[in-house]
């Protein structure tokens, strides 16, 4: 874990933890038992957009780890940059959620 506390690192860390988890997700539990590509994985959350929101907050229980593990090291404003690009991500969920 990175040891410097500002909030630049707390924003990057928000919003690069949860496309790991995305790209973890389609790597150890999609693309092994269905032989999708990933272009076609995206092809399908396209046509199916009511997976989206589902998956995004999958997506984000890494950022809580990651929010915890901070927050346990008492650095607190990365941690706030985490929390704020967490809440970014949930507005964005609700928001393609409201439009579906």
Do not use: W
Not at 56 to 70: E, I
Not at 80 to 88: E, H
Request: charged content about 15%; aromatic content about 12%; glycine content about 8%.
């Amino acid at each position: 874990m990175l040891k410097k506390d500002n909030l630049q690192l707390g924003i990057v860390l928000g919003f690069l933890t949860p496309l790991v988890m995305f790209l973890g997700y389609y790597y150890f539990g999609i693309r092994p038992h269905n032989h999708v590509s990933l272009p076609q994985f995206l092809g399908i959350l396209n046509d199916n957009r009511q997976m989206i929101p589902k998956l995004g907050s999958v997506c984000l229980l890494l950022n809580g780890v990651v929010f915890y593990l901070y927050t346990r090291e008492k650095l607190d404003i990365t941690s706030k940059g985490i929390f704020l690009a967490t809440m970014l991500y949930a507005v964005g969920i609700l928001l393609v959620k409201l439009i579906n």
